[in-house]
């Protein structure tokens, strides 16, 4: 629920995707999406960046590995728009060939209680270091900023063609980002946490959605998607700047359906806020 609530007050329409291990599955649902959210969870399996199970390793859900992965790989394809959160960002530096500390405490001794805030998650319990040049930087708006900490495993080593855009004061790496694709970019924290009383957390679900409206305008030339909100009847509504001689259109996003309501377009753009949770 708290993913939901902070993809729909940064102006997103929310979607889940079952993690049944069965990724054809999955496939129709990525096609509807313009955006994409990689929440927390449990561990990933080891085997998917070559190391054995270590004792410190807790639950693995093997069926949503495999159904995240896919939805990855896709993402590597298609450049969708896409954020990670804890076991988010983990399961995209894996995905993209990184490896990860199975357990901070025992693989990487550090004074820090990285689950300092498991018992309040809404409480920060560090300060994060982001670095001044990264795209992170520039959708928070600073350098320096409260975080709570819910993990006990981090990236060891960085995935091919990231970087790492934030850091604990101990060194623990607490943010992402790709330096080869338009907009991926992840945090270990969990921001859906802490938003209602910082407001600089909601700025990554609005990069997201933002981000996510504008490779929906590319998809046609001409056109701007501009949302305006709820009408009372459950739809996510969205007005269309058109090229002119164009009839107006409105598109709206119906139980996790789209539906064209001018249907002289043949290749009607999606939903731009439609996210999957």
């Keep these: 629920a708290h993913y939901c609530r902070a993809v729909a007050t940064a102006g997103g329409a929310p979607l889940l995707i079952p993690g049944l291990g069965d990724p054809e599955m999955a496939r129709p649902i990525f096609d509807l999406l313009d955006g994409l959210l990689f929440t927390g969870g449990p561990d990933i399996d080891p085997d998917h960046y070559g190391e054995p199970i270590h004792p410190g390793c807790e639950r693995i859900d093997a069926a949503r590995d495999a159904t995240e992965l896919a939805l990855l790989s896709w993402v ?107 907009f991926v970019v992840a945090v270990q924290c969990h921001p859906e946490h802490l938003f209602q009383a910082d407001s600089r957390w909601l700025r990554p679900f609005q990069a997201l959605i933002e981000q996510a409206t504008a490779a929906c305008e590319a998809l046609i030339p001409g056109i701007r998607a501009v949302p305006f909100g709820h009408l009372g009847d459950g739809n996510i509504h969205f007005n269309l700047e058109q090229p002119e001689g164009w009839e107006p259109s409105e598109f709206l996003a119906r139980d996790h359906a789209i539906r064209c309501c001018d249907r002289r377009l043949t290749t009607p753009p999606r939903p731009p806020s439609l996210c999957r949770t």
């Excluded at 901070?104 to 990285?114: C, G, M």
């Excluded at 018992?119 to 992170?136: C, D, E, I, N």
């Excluded at 819910?150 to 970087?163: K, T, W």
């Design 76 to 182: 590597r394809e298609s450049e969708l728009p896409t954020l990670g959160i804890c076991r988010g960002l983990q399961l995209i530096n894996v995905g993209f060939g990184g490896t990860l500390y199975q357990d901070i405490p025992s693989e990487r001794p550090t004074p820090l209680d990285h689950r300092a805030s498991v018992p309040q998650p809404s409480h920060p319990s560090h300060t994060l270091r982001v670095a001044h040049s990264s795209r992170l930087m520039a959708i928070l708006g600073t350098e320096r900023i409260p975080a709570n900490s819910l993990h006990h495993q981090a990236i060891d080593r960085m995935a091919p063609g990231f970087v790492a855009t934030a850091h604990s004061e101990d060194g623990v790496v607490e943010a992402i980002e790709a330096s080869d694709l338009p």
